[in-house]
Each structure stands twice: as C-alpha cells, then as structure tokens.
C-alpha cells in the first residue's frame, strides 16, 4: 500500500520515516562519540577538522570542507578554537595569499592520538550491538545509499 501524505491519522508516520530515523539515529551516535572528545574540551566539528588534518589528506579549510561535507562557517570556527588551544597552526599557501595551510601541533597530534582509541573503542561497542554480519551488511549499505546520492 502507497504511503500517503494526509493529515490526522492518515498523516505521515515520522516515526517510521526513513530519514527521520536516519536523523535521529545519527544524532544518538554523534552523542555517544562526543562524550569521547567532550572530555578533552573537543566539540563535534574541532573533532573533525582535527581527524581530518591527521589523515594527512587535507591541508585547507577548503579541502577540511570538501572531505568532510561540514559548512565553511563551522570549519572556520573549528579552526579558531583548535589554533586558539595551540592544535593546529596556519602556515601561508605557497601559491594562494588567500588561503592557508593547516597542520597538526606538537599537542594537537597528542590530543588526537589520545582521543582517536577513545572514539574507535566507542564505535565498536555500537557495532557491537549488531552480529558481525549485521554490522558488515550495514556498513555496506551506507556506503552504497552514500555513492548512490553522490551521483
């Protein structure tokens, strides 16, 4: 039977409303890792922007912003606060007056590596909660339902 989007008791059941669920879901596992980070006096986007310079991969708040789907706006301010707490340092680009590159500090990579087993620990005991190959099969669909919407 199609869904339908009247009102009353034919309105449309948020409960059971897959991005809902997605939503709420996300927030729970966003909740549960921040108490992780929050302990070290790392919000959720400081986290990132940190995770993210440790990979390596990411030298520009544009690239932090790319990589990790997050607003420039909450880059920025992630930036700030991690260079404020002496995490991170600006370097000039090379080859763009306008842009900066960002690196890791002594202290931020310590930060990093002390709460990054804090953090995996935490998703494992998520995953946990699912047989092995639950946790597989799900790890899977996100990555596909993600290249899905990629497109």
């Known amino acids: 039977m199609p869904r339908t989007c ?4 034919n309105a449309l059941d948020l409960p059971s409303f897959f991005p809902y669920r997605l939503s709420i879901l996300e927030q729970k596992v966003s909740s549960a890792l921040a108490r992780q980070y929050a302990e070290f006096g790392i919000d959720r986007g400081q986290w990132r922007v940190l995770a993210t310079l440790a990979r390596g991969e990411a030298r520009s708040a544009r690239d932090i912003c790319a990589f990790t789907q997050m607003e420039k706006m909450q880059v920025s301010r992630a930036i700030a606060r991690l260079e404020q707490a002496g995490l991170l340092q600006r370097h000039p680009h090379p080859k763009d007056r306008r842009s ?9 990579r310590d930060r990093y590596h002390r709460i990054c087993p804090r ?3 935490e998703e494992q005991r998520i995953l ?3 047989s092995a190959d639950e946790a597989r099969q ?7 339902l993600g290249q899905a919407l990629s497109d």
């Open 100 to 108: 900066a590159e960002l690196e890791l500090t002594e202290l931020g």
């Open 138 to 144: 799900l790890q899977q669909l996100v990555q596909r």
């Open 128 to 130: 946990g909660l699912l």
């Open 6 to 9: 009247g009102e009353g008791a």
């Open 119 to 121: 953090v995996l620990a």
